[in-house]
């Protein structure tokens, strides 16, 4: 059974993101020790929220700095919904706030005539990608969501909401998906399960 650190920040929904990995086949640590995250092999970041709250406290506790460290040790890494966001250099929720930086590429407000945020089933377009193994392409995830990149230079899957937006992110050992995996009934498990079995 592979291992699997989930990062428990208190903005994000631990408890069902947990129990669907466990249900992908992983053997998942919850911790908030930034050492033992800068030692973890794989790792998922999750987040629900504000960037900027979400931000804040991974700085204060230095688990942004963990998760640097962690990739350039060759850790893999999925961001899911915040966590996503997290990856990128910036976001203009509530003003600039500074991601992570481990993908270039800026987080911005949606900018639809349709309702703010998105909540809901959307379609997700995607070339091939090991993320994605067994999955179709258009197939529909659950988003909620009022920010997202757009044209990420790592982008691997998009989606429309009144304008096209990096739905996915892969670069390396590092993705992010900006839908609910965990709230993506068999299309979502077999995301993590990839993420888990075949992303190396």
Not at 71 to 82: D, F, I, N
Not at 162 to 168: D, E, H, P, Q, S
Not at 171 to 197: C, M, Y
């Amino acid at each position: 059974m592979t291992e699997v650190t989930l990062v428990d920040s208190p903005v994000a929904n631990t408890a069902n993101i947990a129990r669907v990995l466990r249900a992908a086949g992983a053997d998942v640590r919850l911790t908030r020790d930034a050492a033992a995250i800068a030692k973890a092999s794989k790792i998922v970041l999750p987040g629900v929220g504000s960037f900027r709250a979400a931000m804040t406290w991974l700085s204060a506790h230095a688990i942004d700095a963990a998760l640097r460290d962690a990739v350039s040790r060759g850790a893999s890494l999925l961001g899911v919904c915040v966590g996503h966001q997290l990856l990128f250099e910036s976001s203009d929720e509530m003003g600039m706030t500074p991601g992570i930086g481990l993908l270039r590429g800026q987080v911005r407000k949606l900018e639809s005539t349709l309702p703010i945020p998105q909540i809901g089933w959307n379609r997700v377009c995607f070339a091939a990608n090991p993320l994605f193994d067994e999955v179709a392409s258009e197939t529909p995830f659950y988003f909620v969501n009022s920010y997202a990149a757009s044209g990420a230079e790592a982008e691997i899957a998009t989606s429309t909401y009144g304008r096209t937006f990096t739905a996915a992110a892969g670069q390396g050992n590092v993705f992010g998906v900006q839908f609910h995996p965990e709230k993506s009934s068999i299309a979502g498990l077999r995301v993590l399960r990839n993420f888990v079995e075949r992303v190396k």
